[in-house]
């Protein structure tokens, strides 16, 4: 079992940067994939980053060159960076973990809230 608490979410303008965290347990959070994913009101779940347990990353092309995902081996961690933020990346963002050999994300944060004013 794996429980994620994600934080750093808030009120910002558009144009400012705003940094998320997400804590982890698990005693093999290294080997772990984790992900960033966000849902908009009215809209489905998306994906817009994730890191794998050798560092590589990958993003929605939505948020490519402005949002930066990192993670901290021994800090259990996953961050996402959010610059240049835009009025359309408002949204409850999760974090999630997906397991070595899983297919899919099976432990996900409660979410935390962007809000990006015009």
């Known amino acids: 079992q794996v429980q994620l608490v994600e934080s750093g979410g808030g009120l910002v303008q558009a144009g400012d940067s705003l940094r998320l965290s997400c804590a982890a347990s698990g005693r093999t959070f290294s080997s772990y994939s984790l992900g960033w994913f966000r849902q908009a009101p009215g809209k489905e779940r998306e994906f817009v980053a994730d890191?794998?347990?050798?560092?590589?990353?990958y993003y929605a092309d939505s948020v490519k060159g402005r949002l930066t995902i990192s993670r901290d081996n021994a800090k259990r961690t996953v961050d996402l960076q959010m610059n240049s933020l835009k009025f359309e990346d408002t949204a409850v963002y999760y974090c999630?973990?997906?397991?070595?050999?899983?297919?899919?994300?099976?432990?996900w944060g409660q979410g935390t809230l962007v809000t990006v004013s015009s």
């Open positions: 999630a973990v997906r397991l070595p050999v899983r297919s899919t994300y099976e432990y």
């Open positions: 890191i794998g347990s050798g560092g590589s990353a």
